[in-house]
């Protein structure tokens, strides 16, 4: 193995409590890992990537990972880090969750070559679990005085509605989740949020006491931003690994906007960067943080790693076009739009521009972009205005159907930063 995990992964700042032994038990050789993902939503966010990307470490150290995605458990719901009950889900949307989850979990995970990942639905072993053999297999092995001192039940309790039995059980069932790979693969090593850590120590309870083998665990910390906000949450909700639901472009723009205090740890935590880089990157920041090189480097290796190297390209091309230096034909209609969905708009017929289209000085006082057809025909001599990235020289120029991108948009710029999209409806 040329990596050390555990070491690496302590430089990055990424164990948040581990078990006694993990790190020897590391070092003794290739392990068989696992962490779990619950279908809960269709899409993974960025909130899943601390584990998913210690399972990428970990093959990447030459161990073998295992991604586990819970079309059992998710029916259940974790309690863990949840302060009201989820909502259940039916086995039909739990199954066509699994199904996205796993395609996005290939994206990260290496499953052909000398030592490929392993991606399993723990439905298959959970869906023909019978409860009475559930309660004298698993359940004889825990006291509620066990479980109730764990953190992610003792705080449900301290909650107005308590936990219900179903949620209750989930740490039951991700020990045995554990157990089972470890009879099946020779798992001997979970990783996960710290949330996950009352779950994670169940399971090497249970492989203790009903195999006699010790099992470890470490837990990753739970990311936070310097100013107090979730990560990963904008004012447009959680962004996503799926590009239907987050676009390249936005995903990109979310790394981009990262606080300068925060840079740092998630160039540590989220990038493959090697800790010598990322400190020579630093300082650079440290040097010029206004030309944001560390934000933009951390931007760029996310892009990559999650949407690849066609959508990095796409979504470098759109930050272009929203500050000027990449003309917007070079966009379709739906990136346009996409963009600029936050600049001023207006929706014109599109059959008020056929033929020989309008003047360019009607359009600009329409759309408000000049108060007056005498200021717009003054900023277009002053070459102040541009359409679709292209500065206009004469007042007299007309705009049709044809100029417009894909049919659909014409993008109207005032100066160097005053946008406006007309949409052709």
């Known amino acids: 193995m040329s990596v050390d995990f555990f070491a690496d992964l302590s430089a990055r700042g990424l164990i948040h409590s581990h078990s006694e032994g993990a790190q020897e038990h590391l070092r003794s050789g290739p392990v068989t890992a696992y962490a779990g993902f619950d279908p809960t939503a269709d899409s993974l966010h960025v909130g899943h990537l601390y584990p998913l990307l210690a399972l990428a470490r970990l093959q990447r150290a030459g161990h073998r990972s295992i991604a586990v995605a819970g079309g059992g458990t998710g029916m259940i719901g974790d309690p863990s880090g949840k302060t009201q009950e989820r909502q259940l889900l039916t086995r039909e949307r739990v199954a066509s969750n699994v199904e996205k989850i796993q395609r996005q979990l290939a994206q990260f995970l290496d499953f ?81 949020g710290s949330d996950q850590w009352g779950n994670i120590t169940a399971g090497m309870e249970l492989i203790r006491r009903t195999r006699g083998r010790h099992a470890h665990g470490i837990v990753l910390p739970l990311v936070t931003t310097s100013s107090g906000q979730k990560f990963g949450k904008t004012e447009a909700g959680a962004v996503w690994l799926d590009p239907e639901r987050t676009s390249p472009y936005r995903f990109y723009q979310f790394w981009l906007n990262t606080d300068d205090r925060d840079v740092e740890k998630y160039l540590k935590g989220f990038t493959f960067l090697p800790i010598e880089e990322i400190a020579s990157l630093m300082a650079e920041h440290d040097s010029n943080p206004a030309i944001r090189g560390a934000q933009r480097r951390l931007a760029i290796e996310m892009t990559r790693t999650v949407h690849g190297d066609e959508a990095l390209m796409r979504a470098e091309r759109a930050t272009g076009a929203l500050f000027g230096s990449v003309p917007a034909p070079q966009l379709g209609a739906s990136e346009l739009l996409d963009v600029f969905a936050d600049v001023p708009s207006t929706e014109i017929p599109a059959g008020e521009l056929e033929g020989e289209g309008t003047s360019v000085v009607d359009l600009l006082a329409r759309t408000g972009v000049a108060g007056s057809k005498g200021e717009a025909r003054r900023l277009i001599a002053g070459g102040g205005i541009y359409l679709n990235g292209e500065r206009l020289d004469s007042p007299e120029r007309r705009v049709g159907t044809r100029d417009a991108i894909d049919g659909r948009v014409l993008l109207l710029r005032k100066g160097r930063k005053r946008n406006h999209l007309v949409r052709l409806i």
């Open 112 to 192: 052909e070559g000398d030592n490929p990942a392993v991606m399993v639905d723990n439905y298959e072993w959970l869906g023909s679990l019978t409860l009475i053999d559930f309660l004298r297999d698993t359940g004889k092995h825990f006291t509620i005085n066990y479980m109730l001192a764990k953190e992610s039940v003792a705080r449900r309790l301290a909650q107005e509605d308590g936990i219900s039995v179903t949620e209750f059980s989930y740490m039951l069932l991700q020990a045995f989740d554990y157990l089972l790979l470890s009879d099946r693969y020779g798992t001997s090593l979970q990783v996960g």
